[in-house]
Nanobody, 128 residues
Framework: EVQLVESGGGLVQPGGSLRLSCEVS????????MGWFRQVPGRERETTAV??????????YYTNSVKGRFTISSDKVKNAAYLQMDLLEPEDTAVYYC???????????????????WGKGTLVTVSP
């Protein structure tokens, strides 16, 4: 059974930082993309990834609202991905979901409707 375990969420003040982690086990494929999606309270989960990274060549994608503030990285040995979130804003408050898909797709890497496996999510709250 494939399992994704997320960690690192919490409460932080505006301008602060958090680092999310996602470790996946029992993946049935070696070439994959791992990304983060978010769901703002009261809204549907966004179908565009916040960020996505390729396991094979390290290609990355960032949605416009987080460019320059968030950095995604990965550890192929651990089958893990990390999202360093700096200069956090109240608008970043959401449940962040880690997800995995076979290979990096197109320019965004992680198709919201086509991800193969999902984590349970971790809450990030940005508030004074």
């Amino acid at each position: 059974e494939v399992q994704l375990v997320e960690s690192g969420g919490g409460l932080v003040q505006p301008g602060g930082s958090l680092r999310l982690s996602c470790e996946v086990s029992n993946l049935p494929f070696d070439d994959y993309a791992m990304g983060w999606f978010r769901q703002v309270p009261g809204r549907e989960r966004e179908t565009t990834a916040v960020s996505c990274i390729s396991s094979s060549d390290g290609r990355t994608y960032y949605t416009n609202s987080v460019k320059g503030r968030f950095t995604i990285s990965s550890d192929k040995v651990k089958n893990a991905a990390y999202l360093q979130m700096d200069l956090l804003e109240p608008e970043d408050t959401a449940v962040y979901y880690c997800a995995v898909v076979r290979r990096f797709w197109g320019t965004t890497g992680c198709p919201g409707y086509g991800m193969d496996y999902w984590g349970k999510g971790t809450l990030v709250t940005v508030s004074p």
